[in-house]
Structures are given as structure tokens and as C-alpha cells.
């Protein structure tokens, strides 16, 4: 007998249209085998509405990336299944667990650095939400990810605007189970993953172990005498435990772990100096003046770096959570809870060069605890319904100095603070939601959502310049919203839906973290106002399945980091605040395919059409000056994006199939920083790219073995630059090349 996604019985899914087989491309299991003969694009299971659904029954825009993807296509993090959704886009602050998401264009243009972390998606992993402390969580041992586009508002809550990621990992179950993989590529990578299940009292607790450690010389040398590099450290590591008492109570624990410490922020030079370095370094001469200081300019040099002074760049979480799910005979309680914490921290050189200018302390702790309670009807019925409410605080602490070196500019003494920022903070919130879907004639339904939310922060900050205090910062705000969700679905035929949904977002305001600019003490909320119609079908019996989306977007009072530093009579002077741009947009299209060509080709694509601008933004501040934005694009939001997979697998033995996959991804051309509205040049335009990887490897029931190629032809990229206290320019994280192989055994 088959199995969904190796739940208990009691929680399998009601599921309309279930077909057989083992889906390659999504990677979820599903009751009775397909005849071989006969290829099919198999049925998805998702929880996007929080109960079981066949993806082609959720009038969503979602991708659903399964275990088997996972693993067929290497995903090691996050850029990685994006790459497989349309229109998002990712950029990166020099670290793995320092990724900022855009979806359809509406992404984070907050400070990262930020101690509560801003963000305009939402992040769960079971149903716990971890936004607060990663960006970028531990891949192994997952059943799927979930990638929803567009305002997700009613089940994920506070400042999911521009849409949510829904992470379920593999859970403990009746059965022994272990597994470990080794991989070795490129710059001397080193990686090993275990997993292990043990049902320690049959059909009552089980646990399960997953965790990985990962180790690299990196890519980009330090060629001062004090060494170092993008080398790096990383440590991963989950528990869970599963208590099923008896046949109505499911209950589960969870403990995860990750440290990660890299030798650099993550990057390389490229000459382009902004208006406050050029005063600094190099008395406002006009002309292309930067010292290529011994390594010269990205893309020439693309991994090589001189600074004088070590760094260390990295973080550490940990969260600790737990999920129980009570059954009565016509609807289900669940409550979850948890508590995540983190450290970030940048030690070391700052000025990016061989001279002692500037060095850096930042340690930012967070910490946010949360919980949920939630009350829904179970199975397929004239009337779904759920019901619930959350609770929560976020806390974060900042502790950054940037400190004068040997040769300081300013010709202080070494070690003199130049710029300083102390800060604490809190958010404190709750929400009551619901949802109900009425399927009110043979071929329709309507879903009608919403969440009343409630937040208050609380901001105390102190910046310094050279000693002297320039802001001081005690102020509490609160908010209060309520966002509606309507959808209305027509199913003409079997395997066919229809919909049309109007869904609001919100993200609540908050305080300035100083008061040394000319900005309102509050900023104003986000919100966004989504229309959006989609088509999902299965045709030629199951072989192509295609989804399709439009969408509109009205987002208003958006707001915008306002982030800089300036010389004033021979000090520098840091400017932090935010502000609202009164209104952009963002429109477009998506389409999503995949296809069972033979019973061993399979052939997935995405397409991506996006614009996004701002319509009314008079008076943005950028680096200084008074600039207006209106028509402008906005960043991170490239117009085209676009991917294709096809894995080719034959039987070479009656125990081993082999199978050989490529993958294609292209992203248009980005403006890659708010700074290109005032240096509308390269490197601030991010160029058109695309990267093919190839992967070939043999598969049994125990044993994996996989040679891979990434960035097989050697595409000189970047998606983003960063701006600091740089000696040779403005840096960006440079693309490279990988070669490598991994063998995976499983004990059954």
C-alpha cells in the first residue's frame, strides 16, 4: 500500500484528482504505482492553506520543490530553489545566511542590520516562524519547500507582503532509518550529511537526527601577509521527536542548530567610489582615481582581495519548537510554539584595502518567541473552514563601532570610535484570523479570509561620531490592520482551475533608530493590495501541467532605508533612518510547466515577466541628495526570469538506474542598489546573465553517486553590489565555477 508524504493514516489528505507514482520533479510520494508504460506528471501535496491539498486545488501561485528536486538538483540553500520559481530573485550580504528575498519585485529595502529584522515575506519551517533569526536554514532531510507568491496574510501573518516560504522537514516515523553522504568540489570543499530515524517505543516515539558540516578554502584570496579569504566554516544540525499516544494526538519537538564562520565578507573591488570614500580617500579628485591596490577591479579580478587587518564575518541560531495536532471527529486543534535565537556578527578590517584605515565590532542578537492556536474542520466539505490566533515578541540588541586605525584619514589615534550605533528593541504583536471555503455549486467555490493584527515597538538607540553623541532615539509606536483575502474558483473539467483572487498585505511602521536627519520620528506602514488570476491544468492524460499567473500589484507608503555617511568639518557623520515613498507597483505574468515527454525524460520550465516602479516618490534621499524616483524601476525586480530542468534516467542493471540532468537559469538585467539612482552606472546595474549546470550520477535503492558541474561554462555574474568604508570601490560578490561529486548510502 502506498503512502502521502509518509504521514500517520489519520492525517492523509481528502485529495480530488490523486494519481500514482513517484513524482520526479516535486518529490512527494502518493497512494498506488503508476503503470510504467504510461508517464504522467504526478500529483504535488501541499500545505499552503494548512491542511493537505493537491497543488493543482490551491488558488495560489506557489512552487512546490520536493525532496527529489532537492536532491537531483543539489540544492544547498536558498538561491538554489529559487532558481526554480519565477519572478524571485535574491541578494546577497556576503554571507550564506545573509540572502534578502524579492518576489515579483517587492523585497526588503530595509537595513539588514536592522535588530528587529524587517522583512516583506514570511519564513516558517513546521509551521514556526523563523524570519526573525535566518534567511537561509538547514537543507538536509526535507520533505518540500513552498514557495508562495504574492500577500499570504491570513495563515503567515505580520509582513508577509510580498508572499511566504513554507519549509516541512521529514519527521520521525515507525520505521529504522539512516543515511550518510560525503561530497568533495571544488576550492577543496568539503561537506558530509547523516541522517538517522529510530522508533525507540513501536508505533508511540520516534526520533530522528539530521545534520551536516561543511568546510572550504573558498574562491578569493587574501594576498596581504595576513591571509585569510571567503574560507569557511558551517555546522548544521536538527533533532525531532514524535509522541503519538494514541490515534487523535500527534505531538512534536524540535531543536535545530546552525554556526556559520566565513574568513571575509564575500566580495571583490570594483574601482566605482561613491561621493563620501572619494572625499575620504581621496580628496573629492575628480576622474577614475581608485588604487587598484595591488589586485585591480572586478572583472579582471574576480578573486583577489588586500586588506591588512583579519576579519571574521558570520552567525549562529538556534530554535527550539513544538507542534500538536488534535483530532476530534469532524475538525482538528493544533497549537505551535517556539523560540528562535541568533548572533551576527562582522569582526576585523572594514576599508577593504592593505592600508589601516578603519576596522569594525558588530554583534546583533535576536531573539523572538511565538506562538499559535488554531482550530479547523477536517476533510472535503461543502463548507472548510479554519479559525486561530498567534501571539509574539521579537527583541533584538545592536552593538556596532567602526574604529579609526594606524593610518586614519582623519589622523585620530588608533582605536578612536568613528562612528557607533547601541540600540534595542521590541516588537510585541497578536492576530486573530480565519478562512472559510464554500464550494456553493458543482464546479465553484469561494474563499473568503482575513487577519486582524496588532503590533507595538519599542526603539532605544544612541549614535556617535568620534565620541560626540549625535542621536538619541526612546520612542514607542503601535499599529493595528486588518487585511482581507477573496478568492472565487470555477473547476470546468477535471484537472482544471480557474481563479481570481483580491488579497491585502501589511507591514507594520515603526520608530527612526536616531533622530540626526530631517525625518518624521515614524514611519508609516506598508500596504499592498494584490489582484491576481491563475489557470493551473493537467493535459494530454497527465503528461503536461501548466499554471499560469497575472497578478497586479498597489503597494503603498513603501519604505525605504535611508543610509549613508557624509564628511562634516573633517568627521564622519552616519545617517540612518527610514522613509516611505508614497506609492509603487508591480505587474506581470508567470508561467510554470512540467511534462512527462517519455516514461524516462522529464522536463520542467518557468517563465517570469515582471515590472515594478515607483509611481509617486518625489523626494527620496540617496547618498546625500534630494532626488525624485517616480518612474523609476525599482531594484531587485528584474523585467525577465527564466529556468529550465530535463532529467534523462534508463535502467543500467535490474538495482541501479542512471540518469543525466541539466539545468538552465537566466535573470535580465537588475539595478542591484538603491545607489544607482544617483550613479545610475555599472556596477549599480547589475548585467543579463544566465548558468547552465550539468549533473550525471547512478541511483539504487541504498546507494547515489553524482558528478556535477555548476556554472559549467564559467558565466562571469553578479546579482548585487554592497557598499562599506571600501579603500578600492564599491564591492560585489563575484560568480565562480564548480566541479564536483557525492555519494550518498542509505541503511534501510
Not at 574560507?231 to 494526538?249: C, I, M, S
Not at 490592520?481 to 507591514?507: C, H, I, M, Q
Not at 539595478?671 to 541511483?699: C, K, M, Q
Amino acid at each position: 500500500m502506498g503512502y502521502i508524504m509518509q504521514l500517520p493514516l489519520r492525517f492523509r489528505p481528502s485529495l480530488r484528482r490523486l494519481t500514482p507514482a513517484l513524482c520526479l520533479l516535486a518529490g512527494v510520494q502518493v497512494d498506488a504505482a503508476a503503470d510504467p508504460q504510461e508517464p504522467t506528471i504526478d500529483e504535488v501535496v501541499v500545505t499552503a492553506q494548512r491542511r493537505s491539498e493537491s497543488i493543482q486545488d490551491v488558488p495560489i501561485a506557489i512552487t512546490a520543490v520536493g525532496e527529489q528536486t532537492l536532491r537531483d538538483q543539489n540544492v544547498n540553500g536558498i538561491e538554489d530553489y529559487f532558481a526554480l520559481t519565477p519572478n524571485v530573485s535574491f541578494r546577497s550580504n556576503g554571507s550564506r545566511d545573509r540572502k534578502d528575498l524579492s518576489m515579483r519585485g517587492i523585497s526588503n529595502q530595509l537595513n539588514p542590520y536592522a535588530n528587529v529584522r524587517p522583512a516583506t515575506y514570511a519564513f516558517y519551517i513546521d509551521e514556526f516562524n523563523v524570519v526573525a533569526g535566518t534567511s537561509n536554514p538547514q537543507i538536509v532531510d526535507l520533505e518540500r519547500i513552498e514557495v508562495l507568491r504574492g500577500p499570504q496574510g491570513t495563515y503567515f501573518g505580520r509582513n508577509a507582503v510580498g508572499g511566504a516560504i513554507n519549509v516541512i522537514t521529514k519527521k520521525p516515523d515507525n520505521a529504522w532509518y539512516g543515511e550518510i553522504g560525503l561530497d568533495y568540489s571544488s576550492y577543496d570543499t568539503r561537506s558530509g550529511h547523516g541522517v538517522v530515524n529510530i522508533p525507540v517505543v513501536d508505533g508511540v516515539f520516534a526520533i530522528r537526527a539530521s545534520g551536516q558540516i561543511e568546510e572550504s578554502d573558498g574562491w578569493i584570496e587574501n594576498i596581504n601577509p595576513v591571509g585569510g579569504g571567503n574560507d569557511y566554516d558551517y555546522k548544521t544540525g536538527r533533532v525531532q521527536a514524535r509522541l503519538t499516544p494514541n490515534d487523535r494526538l500527534t505531538w512534536d519537538f524540535s531543536y535545530s542548530y546552525s554556526d556559520e564562520e566565513t574568513g571575509m565578507r564575500v566580495g571583490v573591488p570594483t574601482g566605482f567610489i561613491t561621493a563620501t570614500w572619494r572625499a575620504v580617500y581621496y580628496g573629492n579628485q575628480p576622474g577614475n582615481i581608485t588604487d587598484p591596490d595591488g589586485v585591480g577591479f572586478y572583472p579582471e579580478n574576480d578573486d583577489r582581495v588586500n586588506f591588512n587587518r583579519p576579519q571574521s564575518v558570520g552567525s549562529e541560531y538556534k530554535y527550539y519548537s513544538t507542534r500538536a495536532v488534535y483530532e476530534f471527529d469532524t475538525m482538528a486543534l493544533t497549537a505551535v510554539a517556539g523560540r528562535i535565537e541568533s548572533d551576527l556578527f562582522n569582526y576585523g578590517d572594514v576599508d577593504g584595502g592593505s592600508h589601516d584605515f578603519y576596522y569594525e565590532d558588530l554583534l546583533l542578537n535576536r531573539e523572538s518567541t511565538s506562538g499559535e492556536l488554531r482550530l479547523q474542520s477536517l476533510g472535503t466539505k461543502t463548507l472548510e473552514w479554519s479559525i486561530g490566533a498567534s501571539i509574539g515578541k521579537d527583541e533584538g540588541t545592536m552593538d556596532q563601532s567602526t574604529y579609526h586605525g594606524r593610518e586614519s584619514p582623519q589622523r585620530m589615534p588608533e582605536g578612536t570610535e568613528t562612528t557607533g550605533d547601541d540600540s534595542v528593541a521590541s516588537s510585541k504583536y497578536w492576530a486573530v484570523f480565519g478562512q472559510a471555503t464554500w464550494r456553493f455549486a458543482d464546479h465553484w467555490h469561494m474563499v473568503l479570509g482575513g487577519r486582524y493584527s496588532y503590533e507595538e515597538i519599542d526603539t532605544y538607540a544612541v549614535t556617535r561620531s568620534n565620541l560626540v553623541v549625535t542621536g538619541i532615539n526612546d520612542r514607542t509606536v503601535d499599529f493595528d490592520d486588518f487585511s482581507p483575502r477573496f478568492t472565487v474558483g470555477w473547476e470546468p473539467a477535471a484537472n482544471v482551475l480557474v481563479y481570481a483572487t483580491a488579497s491585502r498585505g501589511f507591514k507594520s511602521g515603526g520608530t527612526q533608530s536616531s533622530n540626526n536627519i530631517n525625518l518624521s520620528n515614524e514611519f508609516k506602514p506598508e500596504i499592498l493590495w494584490n489582484y491576481e488570476a491563475g489557470l493551473k491544468l493537467d493535459l494530454l492524460d497527465r503528461r503536461l501541467r501548466l499554471d499560469g499567473t497575472l497578478f497586479y500589484m498597489d503597494w503603498k507608503d513603501v519604505q525605504q532605508v535611508i543610509r549613508f555617511q557624509y564628511l562634516d568639518n573633517g568627521a564622519i557623520r552616519a545617517v540612518s533612518g527610514i522613509a516611505n515613498a508614497a506609492k509603487a507597483r508591480s505587474y506581470g505574468a508567470e508561467l510554470s510547466a512540467d511534462a512527462a515527454v517519455t516514461e524516462r525524460f522529464k522536463l520542467s520550465a518557468q517563465l517570469g515577466y515582471l515590472r515594478a516602479n515607483y509611481e509617486d516618490y518625489p523626494a527620496a534621499l540617496i547618498d546625500g541628495q534630494v532626488l525624485d524616483l517616480s518612474g523609476k524601476p525599482l531594484v531587485d525586480a528584474p523585467k525577465w526570469t527564466a529556468g529550465m530542468q530535463g532529467q534523462y534516467t534508463m535502467p543500467i542493471s535490474s538495482t541501479f538506474d542512471a540518469f543525466a540532468r541539466a539545468e538552465w537559469n537566466y535573470r535580465a538585467e537588475t539595478l542591484s542598489n538603491p545607489y544607482v539612482y544617483r550613479y545610475h552606472v555599472w556596477p549599480f546595474i547589475a548585467p543579463s546573465y544566465d548558468v547552465t549546470n550539468l549533473r550525471v550520477g547512478v541511483e539504487g535503492e541504498r546507494l547515489r553517486v553524482v558528478a556535477y558541474a555548476e556554472n559549467v561554462f564559467d558565466e562571469d555574474y553578479f546579482s548585487n553590489t554592497y557598499e562599506k568604508a571600501f579603500y578600492s570601490g564599491v564591492q560585489l560578490e563575484p560568480s565562480t565555477r564548480v566541479f564536483g561529486v557525492s555519494l550518498t548510502y542509505k541503511f534501510q
